[in-house]
């Protein structure tokens, strides 16, 4: 199993988008794929179709100890689960603050519910911030997959996300590495996007091997800027139902193959 954390603390940089049309697109190529929304805005869940609100089964049930994740995810499409959330889960940041064990609430439900699901992938969509949700992700998950948005600011962003990681790694989840980071609204051609893919190339080589994202590749596949994309959610469908021959069904489709090409180096970062 792979546990990866979909993150930046940053919105509108693709997380939702990546983390929506990553599942469905392993799910299509026969993979058991669980999807945990853990943004109170619930775009992942809105994008799949699943409007969860007043509807006691979600996520944020898992965080009061409610519920286990069993008992929350739905089945959407074949191969494909989803634990939705709604905004309810605002309000976990708050509940959790002084609680014992906060940071390891979602590692432990995920081990809880390993035995009877066998899900070849978990992906947890995060939401744009560093607060506990953000962290139970990254203490539950083997792997980080970064979306950016390849423009002058990127890399400053990036850096303090890669503390954090490096923060986790110490304290909490000694197996956690940022395994790619994925260039979305790229916009081909443009000498901005080539000059910050190159610096942020170089960056990585640059790095410390011993830090969490020493392995880190950028992703071949660059996520172009496609309306096709921005359209689906409203059809709760992903871009391989909505528009298969999309520039982004393209894109997220060569993702997919990235991914599940790395699986023999990831596999065994499970996380139960
Ligand atoms: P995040 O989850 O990081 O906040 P989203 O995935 O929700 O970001 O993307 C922000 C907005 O940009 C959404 O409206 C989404 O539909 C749109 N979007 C994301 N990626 C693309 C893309 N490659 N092309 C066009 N629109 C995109
Ligand atoms: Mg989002």
Redesign the pocket.
């Known amino acids: 199993m792979r546990v990866i954390a979909i993150m ?1 603390q ?9 983390s929506v049309n990553l599942a469905a697109g392993l799910a299509r190529q026969g993979r058991r794929v669980c999807l945990i929304d853990l ?1 109170p805005q619930a ?1 992942s869940s809105l994008h799949l179709g699943v409007e969860a609100a007043g509807s006691a089964d979600t996520i944020y049930q898992v965080f009061a100890r409610a519920r286990g994740l069993d008992q929350v995810r739905q089945l959407i499409s074949e191969n494909l689960w989803l634990a939705p959330a709604d905004l309810d889960l605002a309000a976990t940041e708050l509940e959790l603050v002084d609680a014992q064990g906060r940071e390891f609430v979602l590692r432990q439900a995920l081990e809880a519910a390993h035995a009877d699901q066998n899900f070849d992938y978990v992906l947890m ?1 995060c939401p ?1 911030s560093l607060g506990v949700l953000t962290i139970n992700a990254l203490s539950a998950a083997g792997e980080v997959i970064i ?1 950016l948005q390849p423009h002058f600011f990127a890399l400053q962003g990036l850096s303090r996300l890669l503390e954090t990681t490096a923060l986790v790694t110490r304290r909490l989840n000694r197996r956690l590495r940022v395994s790619g980071i994925l260039l ?3 916009e081909t051609g443009t000498r901005l996007a080539a000059d910050v893919t190159e610096d942020l190339m170089r960056f990585l080589e640059a790095s410390d091997p011993q830090s969490p994202w020493a392995q880190a590749r950028v992703f071949e596949s660059r ?5 096709k ?2 359209e689906a ?1 409203s059809f709760g469908q992903s871009v391989f139902a909505y528009a298969p021959g999309s520039s ?1 069904a393209v ?1 997220y489709g060569a993702l997919v193959s990235e991914v599940i090409a790395a699986e023999n180096q990831f596999a065994h970062r499970a996380a139960a």
């Open positions: 930046n940053k919105g509108g940089v693709g997380k939702t988008t990546t943004d775009h969509d744009p979306p979305c609204l790229y996520i172009r800027r496609n309306i994309l921005a959610p982004g894109d």
